[in-house]
């Protein structure tokens, strides 16, 4: 009898495809062959240099294509896949919806970096990742759409972990990370870096250069995502009290003024010019921090100066800026009156850092400006929210980042009632204050998983619980019989000038100039105060970033 044949599978169609774990899409089975080499002909010995990147020596030896990073990135094409319209997550008409409430409206808090789409064909054919990305900021933001901000939130975060490992990845991708890390609290860390990363192997932010020689508008649009992810990468620096990943002396971040020379240059580009100029310059104030505390517990009178330094570069931040940029019919004085409550907020972040390392001991007489300025930034952002209509509005559609930095002012306030009431704060004005943000921040119209909901629960309780804790006796707080100035004499002037910018449009006299003064982690001895309240109540990716973490960032 002949010896039997070998078995064999007859080879179908059906054999070659195969279920992805993933999703319900039908993925082609592959046979694994290893890394792809490049069979591009070698160059010559005599036109080839001396390589610099040791990276490219061993590409010359080995061809692997895997060592070499794209060469440009410009040019974008429609990533390939289902998204969760096609998928049946949500529908057409809510799509459209949600759609027309991004571009209509949340899209202008961003600096209007998706400007260039005009509906959700125009979206669903360029990009999965973004039109995901745009429809789950929306459900985020919109009170009708709660039951979609999950599964949306599920698949944007199958879709952008599956450009980990893949080697091109095209411009939407990017704007999407760009847009989930500015928006959605709990992925932004993971987002911004990935996508920081992505863009440097590209080199995006050499359109800056584009853009000056030949004005081109895609190169324009590159760079303004280049500068998008500058600015996410400061604030998450902020937040988290961590290293930037973008180097500040960055050519393009250095010379933003010569950008807006440029004839593509539009409005949304000043708007986005003002951010990264603040950035650059509270990049410098962390850099500033984070060197000195390595030396000392507590910061010596010798920083007074460099201090009051900051706080002048503030002030002038704020004279070229808040008569520059113009109302929107979409998001009203915004522009203009954000800019006011970013200085608060850089000035609440310069002037936090002298009560490090104090504990319970007394102001030194030479940071009690300082001290009274950080009360009085801290105060104005809350009094801002409650009594302007475009800054209230705000409130949805803001980035995370001015939440949190809202948050830590009102922690920063409830920290000052424990410590320096009847001084520097009076604390029945402190819990009237933030409860009435709290209220206001419940009638916000947003989705319940949005950060304003979750910050009206946890600052109700901040408050209930600082009114159970004793404040501490004035004798362990200050030196015995210094006599400082009161409140009243110290900042107040401040806030009362602002609010008559916020009233009548413009500065009330001169400018900012005479508000200036004389005046890193370290330890944890200044902190957001958790009043023994056991979690944050920010929704945060880092699972070690507690209520108790802000610190005085």
């Known amino acids: 009898m002949p010896a039997l044949q ?186 911004s870096g990935h996508a920081i990363r ?24 590159c760079l303004r995502l280049w500068y998008m992810l500058y600015i996410c990468d ?24 010569r950008y807006l020379e440029v004839r593509v240059a539009v409005e949304q580009d000043r708007r986005t010019a003002s951010q990264v100029a603040l950035m650059v310059i509270m990049g410098a104030i962390r850099e500033f921090f984070e060197r000195h505390s390595r030396d000392t517990q ?23 800026w808040y008569q520059h940029l113009k109302r929107r019919d979409d998001i009203g004085d ?12 850089a000035r609440l972040h310069l002037h936090s850092h002298i009560f490090r390392g104090l504990a319970t001991a007394p102001v030194p007489h030479y940071f009690r400006h300082s001290a009274a300025k950080a009360v009085d930034a801290a105060r104005t952002i809350v009094e801002v929210l409650l009594s302007d209509p475009d800054m209230r509005a705000g409130l949805v559609g803001m980035p995370h980042y ?18 320096y009431d009847n001084d520097l704060v009076q604390r029945t004005h402190v819990h009237d204050l933030i409860n009435r943000l709290v209220s206001q921040l419940r009638l916000m119209p947003t989705g319940k998983y949005h950060l304003v909901r979750f910050m009206a629960e946890g600052l ?21 019989g210094f ?10 002037a401040t806030a009362t000038h602002q609010m008559d910018m916020l009233a009548t449009g413009g500065p009330s006299q001169n400018d900012f100039g005479n508000m200036g003064g004389n005046g890193g982690r370290g330890d944890d001895s200044f902190m957001m105060p958790d009043f023994g309240l056991a979690n944050s109540f920010l929704p945060f990716e880092d699972p070690v970033f507690r209520t108790s973490d802000f610190g005085y960032l």
């Not at 995901?132 to 009708?144: G, K, S």
């Not at 992505?198 to 649009?221: C, H, P, Q, T």
């Not at 006599?483 to 107040?492: K, L, P, R, V």
């Open 6 to 191: 070998p078995l064999k599978a007859t080879s179908t169609a059906e054999d070659q495809q195969e279920t992805s774990p993933y999703d319900d899409t039908v993925v082609e089975k592959v046979e694994d062959v290893g890394p792809s080499c490049d069979n591009s002909p070698k160059l010559p010995p005599q036109t080839e240099s001396l390589q610099n990147v040791p990276i490219e020596s061993l590409y010359q030896i080995t061809r692997l294509r895997s060592l070499r990073a794209e060469n440009s990135g410009d040019e974008s094409k429609a990533d390939e896949g289902s998204d969760v319209v096609s998928k049946g997550i949500v529908s057409l008409e809510e799509a459209e919806r949600l759609t027309k409430l991004y571009l209509g409206r949340l899209d202008h808090y961003a600096y209007s970096i998706a400007n260039k789409f005009t509906d959700l064909q125009s979206i669903r054919r360029r990009s999965v990742a973004l039109t995901n990305a745009i429809l789950t900021v929306a459900a985020l933001h919109d009170p009708n759409s709660n039951q979609l901000f999950g599964p949306c939130c599920r698949e944007l975060k199958r879709v952008l972990s599956e450009s980990m490992f893949v080697r091109r990845i095209d411009r939407e991708y990017l704007r999407a990370m760009c847009i989930g890390s500015y928006w959605l609290s709990d992925i932004s860390y993971t987002l």
């Open 402 to 419: 001015l939440h949190t930095m809202i948050a830590f002012a009102c922690g920063f306030l409830l920290q000052m009632t424990t410590k």
């Open 334 to 345: 915004w522009p203009s009156k954000g800019v006011l409550l970013h200085s608060n907020l």
């Open 298 to 320: 507590t910061l010596p009178q010798s920083l007074t100066e460099h201090i009051a330094s900051f706080d002048r570069q503030i002030d002038r931040w704020v004279e070229t």
């Open 234 to 257: 400061q604030h998450l620096s902020i937040l988290y009290g961590r290293p930037t990943t973008i180097r500040i002396d960055d050519p393009s971040l250095q010379g933003w003024e």
């Open 198 to 221: 992505r863009a440097m192997g590209i080199n995006l932010s050499s359109n800056y250069y584009r853009v000056l020689k030949d004005g081109s508008e895609d190169a324009a649009d």
């Open 460 to 480: 109700e309780k901040m408050v209930e619980a600082s009114m159970r804790t004793p404040t501490q006796a004035s004798a362990q707080l200050f030196n015995g």
């Open 483 to 492: 006599q400082y100035m009161n409140e009243n004499q110290y900042g107040s």
